[in-house]
């Protein structure tokens, strides 16, 4: 059984930092590329950043690039998501996703990761 269990959300003040984690278990995590979505109240989920199975390909949403970066470590199981200079309209849950590597598919599109987590709210303060 698949599960990614995200962790490290919270309230924050804007200007602050975060690390979200999302560790997984029940696949072969090396074989996953992983991703970072978010769905701000009201609004539809959408694509904060991925990373390929060995780290070397990285992407990040323009609304986030420079801010935010996506990692991972193979040995643990486990992605991150550093956040610096938060934003209030960083406030969100943010979820994160599992797809094969082999997928031929831009990162962005969410129908294309099989596993998804429960989410960790991540609430900025201005």
């Known amino acids: 059984q698949v599960q990614l269990v995200e962790s490290g959300g919270g309230l924050v003040q804007a200007g602050g930092s975060l690390r979200l984690s999302c560790a997984a278990s029940?696949?072969?995590?090396?074989?996953?590329?992983m991703g970072w979505f978010r769905q701000a109240p009201g609004k539809e989920r959408e694509f904060v950043a991925a990373?390929?199975?060995?780290?070397?390909?990285?992407f990040h949403a323009d609304s986030v690039k420079g801010r935010f970066t996506i990692s991972r470590d193979n040995a643990k199981n486990t992605v991150y998501l550093e956040m610096y200079r938060v934003k209030p309209e960083d406030t969100a849950v943010y979820y994160c996703?599992?797809?094969?590597?082999?997928?031929?598919?831009?990162?962005?599109?969410?129908?294309?990761?099989?596993?998804w987590g429960q989410g960790t709210q991540v609430t900025v303060s201005s």
């Open positions: 996703a599992a797809r094969l590597d082999k997928v031929r598919a831009s990162y962005y599109v969410q129908i294309t990761y099989d596993y």
């Open positions: 029940g696949l072969t995590f090396s074989s996953y590329a």
């Open positions: 990373i390929n199975w060995s780290g070397a390909v990285v």
